[in-house]
């Protein structure tokens, strides 16, 4: 039986059967799941900047790809996200955005759709950027933060007009980049002085972008305003600390950090997803408000289904499921065990506490998949 494994695009191959759509930057089929790759197919998945995609395996039996929000929702958000971000880039002048009137209800409408499906789940899990190249970024980073700040408040007891209030301000966090210089925005390496300074007004313009829109609420806009404050007073436009930083800031601030982190971006790669995890967890009650880390935590499940995953006492394979028992110690289907190959089996690591995950990345491949 065929299953899933997440590879790197550095080692697809031809003759690799994809196992999920890949999307571009307006959301439209890029390369169709079940096509087999090959050199020229890779070589665009290369120049579209693809961290890594799903394929299919026949050695990692029944391991099935595991997303709470549907690819065809994502799709469509990522879409119209795409279509509100560039009529705001179009023309942001108050007698144009007085008279946008849509947004409020477009918006809502996508807030409708994401809830749906994460309401459905009881971890949230998301395929981090693998069905997205690289220019998708700014619309698929803002659905994967609401969809984190979402599980988050929901654990902090927002319900009805104020988790939808969260939620529109989520997806429009970052709608002050459409008033940045797209080069400065997209520059590899390390940027000047003026130039992150240029970046850092992305909050303050977002806000007042927010604020012109008619139906979009002052608490919606605030998500704009606050969501690089750090609780210790470090962060900006304001240098607000603890809890003068409105809720919605701090809960987005975790959420928007952990999706950062784990994207592959123009100049790092990706964290692995126990790395990023590590670093929200190292900057508690100094970056980020410790509740907010604690319910991320226990709310998200960072180990997707597929993807190449390193054990102790020279283990290796891939992550086959979560065990919801322990949300942060999944169901490993073992592959290897020093190098060699076995005869798959499944460790469910929350039976086996003396075994850790030592690491977890899309990068390693100290195995060949069998192909498709
Ligand atoms: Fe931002």
Redesign the pocket.
Known sequence: MKSLRIVSVEHLQSGMELAQNILGEDGRVLLRERVILTDRFIALLKEKGLPFACIQDSETYDIQPEESIRPEIQQAVVQRLKAVYDRVAQDSSIQSLSKYHQLSGEISALYDLLLKDIEENDRLVLSLNSMFTNDAYLYKHSMNVTAYALVVGMAHGLTGSRLREFGIGTLL??IG?TQVDKEVLNRPGKLTESERREIEK??QMGYDLLLKIPGVSFPSAHCALE??EKYDGTGYPLRLAGEDIHEFGRMLAVA?VYDALASNRTYRKAFAPQDALQYLRENKGTHFDPAYVDSFMNHVNVYPNGMPVKLTYGLSGVIARMDPADVHRPVVLVLNEYGFKVRPYELELSKHYDVEILACDVNLFDFAPSGG
């Open positions: 966090h970052d980049k992305h909050t969501h690089h928007d």
